[in-house]
């Protein structure tokens, strides 16, 4: 089990765009890695509308956002497209990062769930059952803590 402290499992995934991304692309920088479930449902658009418009506070603050969810590539350019999302949503349909992170629950079904990384890839805050409102400012509030 994953917790504040562990180094964060390293991850390989592709986004809209079919880029792959990493963790260790990541180091340096702090990380929002956020699990949802499926992309245009309305708590997932919710999560993913307030992240974007977040964007500016948490590129002050040296962090990167990845979503990860198990849709599509090209379900994600939709995704993006259609809310004017401009962080990175990464695609997992085999479910490789939700097992690493446990952000899975019986019959495969993902947890909504998130982990701060810091700049070495240590976990240092996980919240593990996200409720969707009032949520990133949670996230923000615990990024500017750090500072």
Known sequence: MLKVGSKAPEFALEDAKQQTHSLSQALGKTVVLYFYPRDNTPGCTQQACDFRDQLESLNAQNTVIFGISRDSARSH?????????????????????HQSYHALKEQDKTVRSTFLIDKTGKI????PKVSVKGHV???????????
Do not use: G, R
């Open 77 to 97: 350019a939709n995704f993006q497209a259609k809310h004017d999302l401009n962080f990175t949503l990464l695609s997992d349909p085999e479910l490789i990062a």
């Open 124 to 127: 240092i805050k996980i919240w």
């Open 137 to 147: 400012a949670e996230v923000l509030e615990a990024i500017e803590q750090l500072t």
